[in-house]
């Protein structure tokens, strides 16, 4: 059982390339999510789905786009990366309602040069 | 709105020695969930603890223990004992009713066991 699945580990960019950051989790799970980890801030929602074809905004979704069209698989795009998009990206999946703990991928930690 | 406060930054014991991690949340919600994670320095998220808004029961599972407390708004997290493999990063998260597709989580508190 593979659970949350993130690819590439690591990344570096130069500012202004774009990327996509790979999501795909294998439990039938409806949430999805992106988080950012910065030094001192805790994970920050980015964007969110709550079931395929269906996004929505997090707490820092500027700079980034994504997508649902299947259940499986969440991408993250980052359309013009920039040096403050430096970060850890994390990848969760859980289940329906609000009492669903959070399985998260193994993390994407990006550098944009 | 939902929000999280983990005060301590950072938190440096002695092996064997007790610590309590602190969390006190916000939410306008009377269902809520509380949660907290652990991340060591592999970098992987693991969960540790899901507590629903209606039980007040404390919870001991071996040498962690967490307390409830809805009248203070916080969910606190003791290590008794600590060892070194207990070094990590630990948050604390909140989900509820209303925004229940989001999981909100607090800056984390670095804990550091020296032996």
């Known amino acids: 059982n593979a659970g949350v699945t993130q690819t590439p580990k690591f990344q570096v960019l130069k500012t202004g390339q774009s990327m996509t950051l790979q999501c795909a989790q294998d439990?039938?799970?409806?949430?999805m999510s992106w988080y950012r980890q910065d030094p001192g801030m805790g994970l920050r929602l980015i964007h969110y789905s709550v079931g395929a074809g269906i996004t929505d905004q997090g707490e820092v979704p500027n700079g980034y786009n994504v997508s649902r069209s299947t259940t499986e698989d969440f991408p993250l795009r980052l359309l013009s990366a920039a040096p403050s998009q430096t970060s850890v990206y994390f990848c969760?999946?859980?289940?329906?309602?609000?009492?669903?703990?959070?399985?998260f991928g193994q993390g994407t930690r990006l550098t944009v040069v | 709105a939902q929000k999280v406060t983990q005060a301590q930054t950072e938190i440096s014991v002695v092996e064997k020695e007790d610590v309590t991690l602190d969390c006190v949340y916000e939410?306008?919600?009377?269902?809520?969930?509380l949660f907290w994670y652990k991340q060591p320095p592999s970098g992987e998220l693991v969960f540790l603890i899901r507590?629903?808004?209606?039980?007040?029961q404390n919870e001991i599972s071996g040498r962690y223990s967490w307390n409830f407390q809805k009248s203070t708004s916080s969910f606190n997290f003791t290590i008794t004992a600590s060892q070194v493999v207990d070094s990590a990063v630990y948050f604390c998260?909140?989900?509820?009713?209303?925004?229940?597709?989001?999981?909100?989580f607090g800056a984390g508190t670095i804990l550091r066991v020296k032996s």
């Open positions: 507590r629903n808004s209606f039980d007040e």
């Open positions: 439990m039938n799970h409806e949430y």
């Open positions: 939410t306008r919600d009377t269902t809520y969930y």
């Open positions: 969760a999946s859980r289940g329906q309602g609000p009492n669903t703990e959070a399985f």
């Open positions: 998260a909140l989900s509820d009713g209303e925004y229940g597709n989001k999981l909100v």
